[in-house]
């Protein structure tokens, strides 16, 4: 069960060795870490399994995939720019996407205004606490702390944007300005990120339309997400987030400056670096259904630093809830399907009740070759 419960208080024996704490004994890790000031973290924290964890390579950093926006829309570049995009898109699951026309203030002012809600009293906070993961406001730390045996080190902000807007109202003061904002850059993103489906529909040989509309996505769901890393004594031991796919058809990222991302390519885990002003946008799940396999959502993690605080703010762009996902048929015609269809509502609903790790939501519905 989830515990609205502010933190316990502090461990005293967490300087010799942390004791086992159990992220539903913790309502918010920024609070547990300001009131704990252990150098050390608990043992329930140690999410690094993988003992090479800091051989991130910097030497694909020339290579990692830019689709310039204002390229897609052009008329002269328009089939470069889609071969570009489907060779990121096949080949990495991911790219930087700049020229997106998302005015720069827009996203600064967000981003500063971004840390206010994880800045409210734990008392202020607690209303949201839920388990529903279709309530329109939560608050919450780690990922699922019910499901897990580990725990991550961060809280986050979870709000329905579309089809319905909601974003709380606290702190007083600040909301409406930030609901405001919020709104303002939620729907901008909507707008890149349907233009994007229409290019990727194309580069897969489809109609532009053929992805928005089997998914549904003109009253697709969209999540947004602020992610708050507080500083981590211990980064080397602990994660922010552990290797995943993103659950939606594209997830638009950004932060405050601070790294973190790492994407996986080529088995090897990659530092990223976002160009200025740029969005970094995922390929979920859904679009790897989709595709039938050509388009892989990507694996990526946000590791942590221990002199400051990481922000980003993550909207994962997903199909109608009411649809049924699987392989679009045009891709069937030579090929057999690799997955099962699904109500994109039990997807979502499944995949956030459950332990966060690789693709084992994914793999539930993959079919096996000899099917
Ligand atoms: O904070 C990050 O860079 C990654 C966040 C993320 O993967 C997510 O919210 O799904
Ligand atoms: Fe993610």
Request: aromatic share 8%; glycine share 6%; hydrophobic share 35%.
């Amino acid at each position: 069960m989830a515990s609205s419960a502010t933190i316990s208080s502090p461990q005293p024996e967490a300087e010799a060795g942390p004791a086992k704490v159990h992220a539903s004994q913790v309502s918010s890790i920024k609070v547990f870490a300001e009131s704990n000031g252990a150098s050390l973290i608990p043992s329930t924290y140690h999410s690094i399994t993988d003992l090479h964890h800091d051989d991130a390579t910097h030497d694909l950093a020339p290579s990692i995939p830019v689709i310039d926006f204002s390229l897609l829309t052009s008329h002269h570049h328009h089939v470069k720019a889609l071969h570009q995009l489907g060779m990121a898109c096949a080949n990495w699951g991911f790219f930087m996407l700049t020229n997106h026309g998302i005015p720069e203030n827009l996203m600064e002012e967000l981003m500063n205004k971004s840390h206010e809600f994880h800045d409210l009293p734990m008392e202020e906070k607690k209303e949201f606490a839920d388990n529903d993961p279709l309530s329109p406001i939560r608050h919450g730390t780690s990922f699922c702390p019910q499901a897990e045996n580990v725990h991550y080190w961060r809280d986050y902000l979870k709000t329905l944007t579309f089809p319905q807007f909601n974003f709380p109202h606290k702190p007083p003061g600040y909301s409406r300005y930030c609901r405001e904002v919020a709104y303002d850059y939620s729907h901008k993103i909507r707008a890149v990120a349907r233009k994007l489906l229409e290019g990727i529909s194309e580069s897969l040989g489809l109609e532009s339309n053929s992805i928005i509309e089997s998914t549904g996505f003109d009253s697709g769901l969209q999540l947004f997400v602020v992610n708050l890393y507080p500083p981590c004594p211990q980064p080397h031991l602990a994660l922010g987030m552990p290797s995943h796919s993103d659950l939606g058809l594209l997830t638009l990222l950004m932060q405050n400056g601070i790294g973190g991302l790492q994407v996986k390519h080529d088995g090897k885990w990659v530092n990223i670096n976002p160009l200025p002003n740029c969005l970094i946008v995922l390929l979920g799940d859904q679009l790897e259904v989709l595709s039938n396999g050509k388009y892989p959502s990507v694996l990526h993690r946000a590791i942590l630093n221990n002199a400051d605080t990481r922000i980003s703010v993550v909207l994962s762009n997903g199909p109608a809830l009411d649809k049924e996902i699987g392989p679009v048929v045009e891709l069937l015609d030579k090929e057999k399907p690799l997955f099962k269809s699904m109500k994109y509502r039990d997807y979502f609903q499944v995949k956030q009740k459950t332990r966060l790790s690789d693709k084992c939501s994914l793999d539930e519905i993959r079919l096996h070759a000899q099917q």
